[in-house]
């Protein structure tokens, strides 16, 4: 009979590595408007540019998107205005004016204070329609009440607008138990819940020439819970091949 003695150091890399994903590009000439807006999409349909000062309009996928890390970056290209930049997940064509089962997830970031609402990012879950004119600071979408209901402002970034001209990388994992956003590698929000699948999209409010680009997807790499007693398990496992090693020698 053959005994297999498998070194610690090989148990703890088969419990804690997985497989990494590979990042695709994404084709934005397949996305979807909706709202308001204008945007274009670029030649090599790796970046889209939204030009007006517009009511909340979104430029999405239309496709469901749970279990993918979406990343990229996105740049004003203005010193003017100081309005709503963003991302929706879990959103459906139509949302923006009300669906009748409308329940997705907003991330919108503000340049500076004004009508109610402070500077700075932040994740909402919305339920109703947001749709207003693009000058309407009384709007839910505005203020984050009615249809808007405020979950969390980011860690780092939660009262800091957006910089004018100012490229930012951004990363948002997209589950049906978590949601995460980094922007330029920093963590900004990370909450749990219970989210509707949907679509993965840009938004934007009362803010033009906003540019999103070199947008990439991968599967989000399931975490492996640490069970409490496997540090003890890998220590006695350590102790009794030292014990054995010793045993040989004497």
Same mark, same amino acid.
């Given at each position: 009979?053959?005994?297999?003695?498998?070194?610690?150091?090989?148990?703890?890399?088969?419990?804690?590595?997985?497989?990494?994903?590979?990042?695709?590009?994404?084709?934005?000439?397949?996305?979807?408007?909706?709202?308001?807006?204008?945007?274009?999409?670029?030649?090599?349909?790796?970046?889209?540019?939204?030009?007006?000062?517009?009511?909340?309009?979104?430029?999405?996928?239309?496709?469901?998107?749970?279990?993918?890390?979406?990343?990229?970056?996105?740049?004003?290209?203005?010193?003017?205005?100081?309005?709503?930049?963003?991302?929706?997940?879990?959103?459906?064509?139509?949302?923006?004016?009300?669906?009748?089962?409308?329940?997705?997830?907003?991330?919108?970031?503000?340049?500076?204070?004004?009508?109610?609402?402070?500077?700075?990012?932040?994740?909402?879950?919305?339920?109703?329609?947001?749709?207003?004119?693009?000058?309407?600071?009384?709007?839910?979408?505005?203020?984050?009440?009615?249809?808007?209901?405020?979950?969390?402002?980011?860690?780092?970034?939660?009262?800091?607008?957006?910089?004018?001209?100012?490229?930012?990388?951004?990363?948002?994992?997209?589950?049906?138990?978590?949601?995460?956003?980094?922007?330029?590698?920093?963590?900004?929000?990370?909450?749990?819940? &219970?989210?509707?699948?949907? &679509?993965?999209?840009?938004?934007?409010?009362?803010?033009?020439?906003?540019?999103?680009?070199?947008?990439?997807?991968?599967?989000?790499?399931?975490?492996?819970?640490?069970?409490?007693?496997?540090?003890?398990?890998?220590?006695?496992?350590?102790?009794?091949?030292?014990?054995?090693?010793?045993?040989?020698?004497?």
């Amino acid at each position: 009979m053959y005994s297999i003695r498998i070194p610690i150091a090989a148990v703890a890399a088969a419990i804690f590595t997985t497989t990494a994903a590979t990042a695709a590009p994404v084709d934005l000439s397949t996305w979807t408007v909706d709202g308001g807006g204008n945007w274009t999409v670029a030649g090599d349909n790796n970046s889209v540019f939204q030009s007006l000062n517009s009511a909340p309009t979104v430029f999405h996928n239309g496709t469901d998107s749970q279990g993918l890390s979406l990343a990229g970056e996105i740049t004003v290209e203005t010193t003017g205005d100081n309005d709503f930049i963003g991302f929706v997940l879990g959103y459906t064509q139509g949302d923006i004016n009300g669906n009748s089962d409308t329940d997705y997830i907003l991330v919108d970031w503000k340049q500076g204070t004004q009508g109610g609402w402070d500077e700075g990012l932040s994740i909402s879950r919305v339920t109703g329609p947001i749709q207003a004119s693009g000058t309407n600071t009384a709007a839910d979408a505005w203020d984050h009440v009615g249809s808007v209901q405020l979950l969390a402002r980011a860690t780092n970034l939660g009262n800091v607008g957006w910089a004018d001209n100012t490229t930012y990388s951004f990363q948002i994992d997209f589950t049906a138990t978590f949601i995460r956003v980094l922007v330029d590698g920093a963590l900004e929000l990370d909450i749990a819940g &219970a989210f509707d699948n949907g &679509a993965f999209g840009f938004y934007n409010f009362s803010q033009p020439s906003v540019r999103y680009a070199g947008i990439t997807e991968e599967i989000v790499v399931p975490e492996i819970p640490i069970p409490g007693a496997l540090p003890l398990m890998l220590t006695g496992m350590g102790l009794v091949s030292f014990l054995k090693r010793r045993k040989r020698k004497a």
